[in-house]
Structure formats: C-alpha cells, structure tokens
C-alpha cells in the first residue's frame, strides 16, 4: 500500500506578488514601491520605482495543457449528486497570480468554477453560448434570468493547493517539494453546487473579477472605470441576464441520489427458494418416447435450499422404462439388418455424448445399463438438454473454432517441421562425431586449432531464481586465454610455439603405427625466453641472477601445460556431441510445449488417447496435439439467454444479495457437449488430432481479481513471466517510439539495468525480480505520478497476467474428459484448485457464489469484493466471475459453505482519484462528537439547489473559525474510501428472510 497522504494549503503567492500584504482598493493593477542603493567613491544615494503587477484585466486566457484533470470526467453519464466538480491546475499557485482582493486572510483566486444546467427538451437552461467578438478574445456565455450563481465573494474558501508527502511531513518539507518537486503540488478550484439527480449540467471557468470580464469583451483597461478589485458581480442575483467570457468548460451528466454508504445500506439479504430450475414439457419427446410427470431442468447456477428433482439414476443404480427405451434408441446406429451387399444398416440416431472418450477412435459404442457418469449424461433428458446447448455453441460458431484451430496447427507444424529438420541434423553430425570421438584431446585441439576463434564452448549453469539453466558461451580461444598457459603466449600464434615431437616412450614398441606417432606437445616458457633475458631499462642492481623475480615469464611445467591442453581437447569433445549442439538447443526453444504435453498425456495407459500411447521417447520426436480454448464459455449462456445460467433470474428482486452454489453436473454435461460437437468437427474437417482431446476446459472467468504475492510468484515462474520483460521493451519502443539510448534509459526504469550496465540480455535475466518489484509498484503509485511509460507498462503487465489466468492449469473448470473414470458419477470432475496453506499447496474443490442485484453495480463497476477472515483479517478473494447485465454480478469464492461463520464480506470503495463532496443522511445529526467530519452531510446545510453557504450549517456545536481556512474545508470535503464490513453467515438462507 502507499503512504502518501493529502496536505491541503490555503493559498500560495510566488514572486513580486508574495511582496504584497493588502489589497489595492482604487488601482487597475497592483503597484508596488521599489527601492535601489546607488554608491559610488563619494556618494550614496537611493532611487524608488514603482512598479505594476499583471492584473486580471491583463489576461485573456489560458492554455490548456496547464489543467491536469478535471473531475467529473468530460461527458460521464452518471455522475454521483453527493460529490462537487473541480479542476487542477498543474502549477501551484497559478489560481492567486493576479488576485487584487484579499479576504479572511486569503486571496479570491482570479478565476472561479461555475456550474448552469444545460437545455433539456422543453425546459431551458441557465445559459446560451454565443460566438466570439473577435478571434484574440475568448468564447462567451450569457446567463440566463433564472441562472443559479454562486458568491464570488466566497471564492476563496473553495481554492487551495494539494500536495502529497509521506506520513507526518512537516511544514518546512512541504515548502521544500513545493519548491523542488512541483509535481507533487497542484492548484485546485471546487465549485459547491448541489446538484439535481439526472440532470446534464456544463462547468465553466470564468473570471472572477470584473475587470477580466471586461478584458474578455474587448474593453481596454486603460478606458475602463473599474477599480482593481471589483468582483465580476458583487451578488448573484446581479450576476443573471451578464454576458461574461469563459476560458474552459467541460459537460457531464448526474445519476441518481445515493454516494457508496448509501446503496450498500439499500442491500438486503434474501432467500430465494427454487432459483435455478425451470419446468420443461417432456410430454412428446419424440421416438415413441414421453414423460408423463413434471421435469424441471436445471442451469449452472441454483440459490442454497433448491432442491433438484430426483429422477432416473438419481433415484436408482439401473435406468427406469423410459431411460431403457431411450437407450435402445441411441444403441439402434448400427442393427444387426444387412443391406444387400451384406453390410449393416447404419441409422441416423440422437449422438451418444462422450463416446470418444470411452472407447478407440473408429470403434462401436453402445451404452449400458451401469450407473456410469456416460450413461447419466445419455439417458437423462436434463443433461443431454445441458450437452445440447454445448453442441449449439459448437454449431453457431464453427467456422470461427475452426480458423482458430487451424491457425495453432500452423504453428505446431513449424515446430514438428524444425524438429524434424534436426533429427536429420543430429543424425549426420553422429556419423562424423563418431570419427572424432576417436581423437585425443591433443588431437581435437590440434585439428581444430585454425578455428580456434570460431568454434564455440557451451557450458551451463543453473541458475535457481529463473528455474532453468542458463547457457553460457564462449570460443577455444577464449578458453585458451583462461587456461593454464599464461596470456601472453596464448594471445600470440599458437602454431609458432606448439611443435609435434616423438614420444620416445611410446616409441619403444617395434610397431610401424607407433614410430609414426607424433604429439602434439607444447613449447616452454623457457625455450622462448632464456631466463636471463632481462629487457633494456630494467634496473637489476642488487639482484641475484638465479632470483625467480628477474625472470621475465614465470616458468610453467610442461606437465601442467600438457594437461591444460587435454583438459581443453576434452572438454570440446564433449560440446561438440550432437545432443549438445542440436538436440538440447531445440528441446529448449519447446519447452513450454513439451510442458504442455506432459501435463496432457502423462495419464493413465487406458485412459490415453491411442495416438499418444505410441509416441516414442525421443526428445526430437515430433509433437503430439490437439487445440485448446480458453474463453469461459459461461459467457455463451449468458449471451444466448441469462436464464440458462441461472433459471428464475426474474424473481430475484432490486438490491439483492444472496448465496448461490455451482451445479457440477449441468456444466460437466455443457462442456461433454462442447468438446464432443468440436471432435466431431476436426473429424469433418480432417483436421489432424485424435478425437479424444478436451479442446474446452474453463468455464467462468477467472481474470476478474489481483494476483496475490504467491500468485505473482508463479506468474514469474512461468513461460508468460519470462517473456514478459522482453515484451515490454518491444512494445514501448514501438509505442514510444523509443530509440538506443532511451531503451537503456527504460531498462534502467524497469530497474533491470544500473546506470553503469550495458544493454546485455543477460542483465535482465539477472535482476528479473528487482524489474518485476518495479512494474508492481506502479499500481501503487498516485494518480499524480503515473506517466505515459507507467500506463503502457501497466497495460502490458495486465494483459500477459489475464492470459496466464485463462491458461494456467489449475483455473480450468473439468480435469481432462480422457480421465474421468468409466464408473464415476457426472458432476464430480472439477479441477483441483490449489490455494497455500502455511507455504504448502492445499486442495478446494468447493464453491460458493455471491450474487448482487443492485444500483451500486452501475454507480460503483470498480468497487471490491471479498471475504476477511475472522481470525487473522487475511484477505480470500473471488477465483470467478459471471456477469449479467444490467445489474447482477456473481462472484465465486474456494471456500466451504458450513464455512460461513468464519469469514466476513468487505464491501471496498475504490479510490482511485481525490473525491469532494458531503454524505447523505435522511436527516441531519447533530455534529457535537469528535468524528463530526466522518457525519457531516448535504443535509446540515439546509440545501435544495444552488450553491453552499458556510454560514448556513446547521446542528454544529464545533468553533467557527476554522471555516475561514480554506484548506480546512478542502480536508472536511475530501471524501475517504469506504470499506463496509458484514458478517458472511447473514447471507447465507434462513426460514425467514433477513
């Protein structure tokens, strides 16, 4: 969390103008007395001058790169009625720069915010804009009779200055950021209007004093009678019917009444019994087959106490009449009828969902009587309706799934076409290394030797942070520099100082093959310097011949020179084996698909598909997949018809929330659908995969939440992690347009680079946690401090952090379909999810769904949602989500529903920008407690319409001077984040709604 905190100043005068202590009451411009010391050898003497300031009647305007934000955001819909409008200036005393009038011991800034009420149908606005008088002159506005105008001469209390320093900086600190870092300080001006519910309103920026206004309409100020400090109208009511010029505006619309404390309390905790089925007429299913009593179908979402209807293998181990008819029906593809070339008759029957799975590609399948997951989804009208929609999706969306599908094989047929490439390479280089293996190490070097600078050393070296090995290489050459041998030999020919002599003792043996032997041996150090050598200019007075120090070359023994050279030989040898240079290099650039298809296929033998039981284990051997899709498909049911995700949608009323439960068994029978209808379409199409693949695994969105730390830790643990950082550099310099020198300077930023490291690869790789704490902090930083690099950075680290959430292993819905056991029930196949315990991984399979129906959804889209447990306030957030619109969110959660007395619901207001505005209350409470700030509200003020009056708060007992500071008031506005706590456990379903 940051520890930034808000200081609020009053006002800020800079320059000439800090020099002046009272206001001027007759002259146009501020004069201010100055006065010279004149000295010479004889004399001494004093000048005055004095000197006018700018003024307000000097000023036409402004350019807007000045103002840094304005709040609320230009055109927002719905705008909460309980805040007020202002804007920022990024210079920090920029609002008192031409002040004229001081008052309660502030000035009147030189601008001022107003707030008119747009024109809407029938009913007229507060004011019309008319066109310029002249191009140099700014835009104008005339107020209409009936406008609402605030006191100008109460401007000040609604101007002060923002700074943001750490916790408990002092006085003198906040001077000197001002002073030093200017980017923490902003200028800003509020305007009190209060505002009506759904109204369209435009915000102005107008001059405070008359004499800009008259600036703004063309009047010299040297023809004008107005004083200095004139106010553009001395009261409101002779502000209506003036034609004043304007130096900005911006529009936004309201919403209705009610900030984040209000609609929380508007929630209310209902039972909803039988959400989640929905009668369905089985009375004529076709086939001869009917269904004489009530079925209620049943979505992926029910309320608590919904109890299913039992029936079929719910009830019983074997299937009842009408199961065993439909049974006879799926089994009837193929009869025991012969066509007249003596081949069975095929029919068209319904699909038997799953089959695939079940049995070899290309064999018969007929379905049992046995209470089997398979059966269940088969002979049960209620889930083959669920593996139905499955198949529509499949359907509706073919060509899409298909291009998409096709699009992956072409990638996967490039990796299979390199690694076939390279069990051809690594077959030819075996031939040859097979006739190098042979040589001596003496031997290799001394073959290799013309080479020495091109041919590569590979060594490896674990490096535990990454999780992989990292490659390091270097040239014969320079393993030579670091051998045995001094530098100086080494950097010169090799050939002049190595020569092949006869190994005598070898050559003792009467054999033609060892006469003819040579070595490869080298020549000492002292054969090419005599150790006597002592070179010109070297002062050797005093020393003995024989002394070591006078030698030139340190002397080295031909044993530990003869062994450097076989060590080197040796170690080329072993780095030149093809499964060094050919092998291990591919198995490297495929890991994460070879990852992919050990987590995939690594299954039991019965359970494999047949094509994967035959791969042979040859690293290079090419890989064996099929496509996979990661949308929550959740989604299609939503867009098809809410009603199919959660029957009963309509009775759930406004300002709901309540607890809901998965149904297991109507998602696994969807997602048996989905895939079954997709393998068929591969077989269509001729794609080339085995059919029992599980090309749809996820269901519900899992990417709604931040990552945790020990989430963040496998992020970068990941393939996604690791690319990630050169991602970065990629796209910022395409969208910075960054060049050499300032992709240095962003490697220092991502805190990867110190400002005296080269751009090197390896850099990155070595501080990848320090560059991964950088980007995180980001989204600690305060909205003042972002910059265009955070932004983009931000937007590229959330986007790789949401495809590793759709694509990591343990946020799927179903484990492989090719898994499930033939005896198993449906609906009791979820994915292990795992969540740490005290450092170790447990397993949750449970899952509960809090649903909202309520404005605070529109009003609050960004608020948070999650649980805190009792015991040690540690924080569990969702692991998904389904929307509907307009108002419903439903929220999954891995914990236990007899679990709810352990956890609390945290309702959590998001503050992502400084708010200002009062509370609503249904009446106004007396303000005489210490945490009156905390309860103050609109209603104190006795306030309809219009502007804020200070002098109007009602029910306060506290002292009024404080009011007449105008940083005091910006810190008793200042809305704070609001975080409500309920108990979980009031949610949850009773006899009696709560």
Not at 372 to 401: C, M, P
Not at 846 to 866: A, D, T
């Amino acid at each position: 969390m940051s520890n930034s905190h808000n200081y609020y100043i009053p006002y800020l005068r800079t320059g000439m103008s800090a020099r002046v202590t009272s206001s001027s009451q007759t002259a146009k411009r501020t004069v201010i007395p100055v006065s010279v010391d004149i000295e010479s050898a004889n004399h001494k003497k004093q000048a005055s001058l004095d000197i006018a300031l700018y003024g307000p009647g000097d000023v036409l305007g402004f350019q807007e790169k000045t103002i840094l934000k304005v709040h609320p955001a230009h055109d927002l819909k719905n705008f909460n009625v309980s805040y007020i409008p202002y804007v920022e200036f990024a210079e920090p005393d920029f609002l008192w720069r031409y002040s004229t009038l001081k008052k309660k011991d502030s000035w009147i800034p030189w601008i001022s915010l107003i707030v008119l009420k747009n024109k809407d149908g029938e009913e007229a606005g507060e004011f019309e804009l008319l066109p310029r008088t002249k191009p140099n002159l700014p835009p104008l506005i005339k107020l209409s009779s009936d406008a609402i105008l605030p006191d100008l001469k109460e401007a000040w209390r609604w101007a002060h200055i923002h700074v943001n320093g750490e916790t408990n900086t002092s006085p003198e600190r906040i001077k000197q950021l001002i002073k030093t870092q200017t980017q923490l300080a902003v200028s800003r001006l509020s305007c009190p209007r209060r505002l009506k519910e759904r109204t369209k309103y435009t915000v102005f920026v107008i001059p405070t004093y008359l004499l800009g206004v008259e600036a703004g309409l063309g009047i010299d100020i040297n023809n004008s009678i107005t004083k200095g400090n004139d106010l553009a109208c001395s009261t409101p009511s002779k502000g209506k019917g003036m034609t004043i010029p304007y130096y900005y505006k911006w529009e936004f619309h309201t919403g209705i009444l009610g900030d984040f404390e209000t609609l929380i309390k508007q929630l209310k905790s209902r039972s909803l019994p039988n959400i989640g089925l929905h009668e369905v007429d089985c009375s004529d299913l076709g086939y001869n087959l009917s269904i004489d009593e009530k079925m209620y179908f049943e979505g992926a979402l029910s309320s608590t106490n919904t109890a299913f209807q039992s029936w079929g293998f719910d009830n019983f181990s074997s299937p009842n009449t009408t199961q065993k008819k439909l049974a006879d029906v799926l089994n009837a593809h193929i009869t025991e009828e012969l066509d007249n070339e003596g081949e069975p008759i095929l029919r068209v029957v319904p699909p038997i969902y799953g089959k695939w799975y079940q049995s070899n590609e290309g064999d018969d399948f007929n379905l049992d009587k046995k209470n089997t997951w398979i059966n269940e989804l088969n002979l049960d009208f209620r889930h083959r309706y669920a593996a139905g929609l499955g198949v529509e999706f499949v359907k509706e969306n073919q060509e899409t799934l298909m291009q998409a599908a096709w699009q992956q094989l072409k990638e996967v047929k490039k990796v299979n076409r390199v690694l076939n490439v390279g069990k051809f390479g690594r077959a030819i280089s075996d031939c040859m290394y097979k006739r190098l293996e042979k040589l001596s190490g003496e031997k290799l070097l001394q073959f290799g030797l013309p080479l020495k600078s091109k041919m590569s050393k590979v060594t490896f070296e674990n490096n535990p942070e990454l999780r992989r090995t990292k490659e390091i290489k270097s040239t014969i050459h320079a393993q030579l520099l670091n051998s045995e041998m001094t530098n100086t030999i080494s950097q010169l020919k090799l050939r002049k100082y190595y020569v092949k002599k006869f190994d005598k003792q070898l050559n003792q043996e009467n054999t033609i093959y060892n006469q003819n032997r040579q070595r490869f041996q080298a020549v000492l150090e002292e054969d090419v310097v005599s150790s006597k050598f002592v070179p010109s200019g070297i002062d050797n007075r005093g020393i003995k011949e024989n002394n070591e120090s006078t030698v030139f070359f340190r002397k080295k023994s031909f044993n530990k020179l003869d062994e450097s050279i076989r060590i080197i030989g040796n170690q080329i040898k072993e780095n030149i084996k093809p499964e060094f240079t050919i092998q291990k290099r591919l198995c490297r650039k495929i890991e994460s698909i070879r990852y992919w298809e050990e987590r995939n296929n690594s299954k039991k033998e019965y359970n494999q598909p047949r094509s994967f039981n035959t791969i042979p284990k040859d690293p290079l051997r090419p890989v064996m997949w099929f496509p996979e899709f990661h949308k929550p498909m959740y989604r299609y049911l939503r867009d098809k018809s809410q009603h199919l995700l959660l029957p009963g949608l309509d009775g759930i009323p406004e300002n709901t929330v309540t607890i809901l439960t998965t149904n297991p068994r109507f998602i696994e029978a969807f997602m048996v659908g989905v895939n079954h209808e997709f393998a068929a379409e591969l077989r269509w199409r001729e794609y080339p995969t085995d059919l029992r693949g599980t090309y749809f695994r996820k269901f519900w969105d899992t990417t709604i939440y931040s990552v945790d730390d020990y989430e963040k830790k496998c992020f970068r643990a990941s393939l996604l992690g690791r690319r990630l950082l050169e991602k970065l550099l990629l796209d910022l310099n395409k969208n910075l347009s960054l060049g050499t020198n300032q992709q240095i300077n962003l490697k220092i930023y991502l805190g990867s680079l110190s400002p005296n490291e080269t751009l090197d690869k390896h850099n990155l790789d070595s501080n990848y946690a320090k560059a991964y704490s950088h980007i995180e902090r980001i989204f600690e930083k305060p909205s003042s401090k972002i910059n265009d690099k955070d932004l983009v950075i931000a937007k590229i680290y959330e986007q790789y952090i949401e495809n590793w959430l759709l694509t990591r292993e343990q946020d799927k819905d179903i484990v492989p379909i090719n898994e499930w056991s033939k005896n198993s029930k449906l609906g009791t196949h979820p994915n292990i999810r795992l969540k740490e315990v005290d450092g170790k991984e447990e397993e949750d399979t449970s899952q509960i769904v809090l649903l909202i129906r309520g404005e605070i959804l529109y009003k609050f889209p960004n608020m948070l949602l999650y649980l805190e447990d009792k015991t040690n306030q540690e924080r569990v957030f969702p692991i998904f989500e389904a929307n509907l619109d307009p108002d419903i969110v439903m929220l999954g959660f891995p914990i236990k529903a007899n679990d709810n007395e352990k956890y609390n619901l945290i309702f959590e207001e998001p503050m992502s920008e400084v708010r200002y505005g009062l509370d609503e209350q249904e009446e106004a409470s007396p303000l005489n407690d210490s945490k009156w700030m905390e309860n103050i509200s609109w209603q104190h003020f006795n306030l309809q319409d219009g502007y804020l009056k200070i002098s109007d708060i009602a029910n306060y007992n506290g002292e009024k001077t404080n009011w007449d500071n105008s940083a005091f008031i910006a810190k008793v506005f200042t809305q704070k984040s609001v975080r409500v706590k309920i108990p979980l456990a009031q949610f949850f379903p009773t006899e009696t709604s709560n």
